[in-house]
């Protein structure tokens, strides 16, 4: 990120809810999921240019697949050259 210019920053509270409907098995793996449609929409920004950085992933994974949080606070940092950035902030 050190050379792509900012277009836009901004912190977001992302409900996992819709994550739990899903089997215990696999509900980190739809939180993920989730978080990448609602950044998409916010964001307006196709889901393939979408990154999500690990520590975003580990926060999600913490208490194990089965274990979710409910919500996540998350900063998102839209670039110019398209692609988005989703960060612990």
Do not use: C, Y
Request: hydrophobic content about 40%; charged content about 35%.
């Amino acid at each position: 990120m050190a050379d792509e210019t900012v277009a836009q920053e901004v912190i977001i509270n992302v409900p996992l809810r819709d994550a739990k409907a899903s089997s215990r098995k696999r509900r980190a793996d739809t939180a993920v999921s989730v978080l990448r449609n609602f950044v998409s929409k916010k964001m307006k920004i196709d889901k393939g240019k979408i990154w999500i950085d690990p520590k975003v992933s580990e926060k999600i994974w913490e208490r194990g697949r089965e274990h979710i949080p409910s919500k996540l606070s998350v900063k998102v940092i839209k670039l110019e050259e398209g692609t988005t950035e989703i960060i612990m902030p």
